[in-house]
């Protein structure tokens, strides 16, 4: 089945940077929108970016833009998310998510099909 697989959270300082990784494995990766979303505990999951894998603006939650920046290699069927500037707030479990699609992404987690296991960051202020 399909496999949504992150990686590169970690601890880092409150100013610093981390870059996670989603690989899709059994999926068709073009024409799909791939997102990042977030959940810290006692919280709700929220949305943090997206694209379309098949091209067009990337979405931004309002509190991360300007410092994060979501990526993608089509090739590599992999998605990136560039964390900078990280702050202690941006502290949570991070999933990847996708849903094969003709251009339309959404906002709604409950939107999307496949979720990969999570990847911790925490931000030391």
């Known amino acids: 089945q399909v496999q949504l697989v992150e990686s590169g959270g970690g601890s880092v300082q409150a100013g610093g940077s981390l870059r996670l990784s989603c690989v899709a494995s059994?999926?068709?990766?073009?024409?799909?929108?791939m997102g990042w979303f977030r959940q810290a505990p006692g919280k709700e999951r929220e949305g943090v970016a997206r694209i379309y894998t098949g091209g067009g603006i990337p979405y931004y939650a309002y509190s991360v833009k300007g410092r994060f920046t979501i990526s993608q290699d089509n090739a590599k069927k992999t998605l990136y998310l560039q964390m900078n500037s990280l702050k202690a707030e941006d502290t949570s479990m991070y999933y990847c998510?996708?849903?094969?699609?003709?251009?339309?992404?959404?906002?709604?987690?409950?939107?999307?099909?496949?979720w990969g296991q999570g990847t911790q960051v925490t931000v030391a202020s």
């Open positions: 998510a996708a849903k094969p699609s003709g251009g339309y992404c959404s906002t709604v987690d409950g939107w999307y099909n496949y």
């Open positions: 059994r999926y068709t990766y073009s024409s799909s929108c």
